[in-house]
């Protein structure tokens, strides 16, 4: 089995229904499946896609490798799929349904994140299976799905882009921000219950060019994934275990 940065590389879960599902794996050292350990999906975007090439998703994203700052007994799983569409989500929900029947995982710590495209098809996995997931964060990108489900499920969701993000621009994401609020305001949710369900972050000019990035789109994968703020979110960590700053 090749190997990156503990990654085992180009993995494949053969799915009767689905077909082959590629994907890259990171499986702590200490895990011997006695204890139950978190699981965390990291989808890619264009770039990371299957025809790509193996392991191009984790070799230009760096939030499977981020990730290990804030909890040690993470398992991570990075798809590499064909598209940005229900047969990608498809295969996610399955990849993720066959590492919590082989695996030890506590049901109650499985994250998931989507930049660019990767967010599309999160938001497509969300109106599909959102009760599997407890956190999602989907990075400069767009909601292509439904929102009854997420909200039935009161899977927690933020949101971050750039306020002139070249590719997706902020609206899409505001709306589904918008949408999902509301849909909480009309069940009665009080302001702060809601503010812990859903979370928009719309990150000015400043917060890139004060960091030498010139492009939103391209440079949030890079800077959100390293953003403790947004990470920490995600995992329920206010900090980096490993002391790593955002």
Known sequence: MVNYRDFMVDSVLHSHEYGDIHYCVFIPDEYDGSRA???YVTLPGYQGLYFQGAAKNIRTEEFGFEAQNYRDDL????????????????????????????????RRQVY???????????SLVLDNRPELYRAAL???????GGYQ????????????????????????LERAYREIRGLYE???LSETEIDNLVVLDIKPAAYFTD???????????????????????LFG???????KEG
């Open 237 to 243: 960590e206010h900090e980096p275990r490993h002391g």
């Open 75 to 106: 398992i991570i799983l990075a798809p590499q799929l064909e598209d940005w569409g229900e047969a990608s989500a498809r295969k996610t929900i399955a990849l993720t349904e066959y590492f919590l029947e082989y695996y030890n995982i506590d």
């Open 211 to 233: 960091r030498g990035v010139t492009n939103q789109h391209g440079g949030g994968a890079g800077m959100f994934s390293r953003d403790c703020e947004i990470m920490g979110w």
């Open 37 to 39: 350990c978190s699981l």
């Open 149 to 172: 489900a997420v909200v039935g499920a009161k899977t927690s969701v933020y949101f971050v882009t750039g306020e002139s993000d070249e590719y997706y621009g902020s609206e899409p």
């Open 138 to 144: 989907i990075c400069s990108s767009r909601w292509d």
């Open 112 to 122: 998931i994140s989507g930049y660019s495209d990767g967010g599309e098809t999160l």
């Open 186 to 188: 009309a069940e009665g």
